[in-house]
Every structure is written in structure tokens, then in C-alpha cells.
Nanobody, 128 residues
């Protein structure tokens, strides 16, 4: 059974930073791409960033490019999202996710339906 547990969220001021972590259990994540999504109140869940199984390829949504960085440590079975220069519109619950099947080394899925396993989320609140 695959489990994903996010941590690291919190309340920060505009311009602040956080490091979100996603610890996986139940599988060795080194064969699977990982992604981060977020959902603000009253809005649909949206893609934030994805990283390939090897970590060599990443892709970020235009709204966070240059401010958020996704990374992974396969030895620790953990994925990270470094979030910098935070804005009030970044306020949301942040979720990590992984796919059902393994993939090619460079694949970075961006759509909700491509992911099967999801964590419970961690709240990020940015005050103005």
C-alpha cells in the first residue's frame, strides 16, 4: 500500500519561503515520477511541479516557475518542494502524488488523472 505524507507547510509572510517534504512508504519511489499539486479554497486542484523518476527532468507551472523548485532524494524515498518568494495567491493545500506504474526516465506528468496515489496535503498560508 503506497502512502504519501506531506509536511513543512505553515503560515508565512509575503516573500517568505518554506520547504515542503513528501515522505513515501509502501514502494521504492525511484521508479516513479512524482508531482506536487495545490488546491485553494473554492478552486480546483492545479498542477504545480513534477519530477522524473531519475530527477533529471523537472517541469513547473508557469505561475511558480523561478520561485518553486522540486527535487527528490530517492535514497530517503522523499520528494521536496522548495517554495520561495511566496505570494498570497500561493495560499492553498499542497499535495504530493505519484503514478500507478513506472515510467521512462524523463517523464514528468502534469495532469491530475495521470496520478493515482495522493497524500493528505499540507496547508500553506501566505499573509499579505
Amino acid at each position: 500500500q503506497v502512502q504519501l505524507v506531506e509536511s513543512g507547510g505553515g503560515l508565512v509572510q509575503t516573500g517568505g519561503s518554506l520547504r515542503l517534504s513528501c515522505a513515501a512508504s509502501g514502494r521504492d519511489i525511484s521508479s516513479y515520477p512524482m508531482g506536487w499539486f495545490r488546491q485553494a479554497p473554492g478552486k480546483e486542484r492545479e498542477f504545480v511541479a513534477a519530477i522524473s523518476r531519475s530527477g533529471a527532468s523537472t517541469y513547473s507551472a508557469p505561475s511558480v516557475k523561478g520561485r518553486f523548485t522540486i527535487s527528490r532524494d530517492n535514497a530517503k524515498n522523499t520528494v521536496y518542494l522548495q517554495v520561495n518568494s511566496l505570494k498570497p495567491e500561493d495560499t492553498a493545500v499542497y499535495y504530493c502524488a505519484t503514478t500507478r506504474g513506472s515510467s521512462t526516465y524523463s517523464y514528468t506528468p502534469t495532469a491530475n488523472h495521470e496520478y493515482t496515489y495522493w497524500g493528505q496535503g499540507t496547508q500553506v498560508t501566505v499573509s499579505s
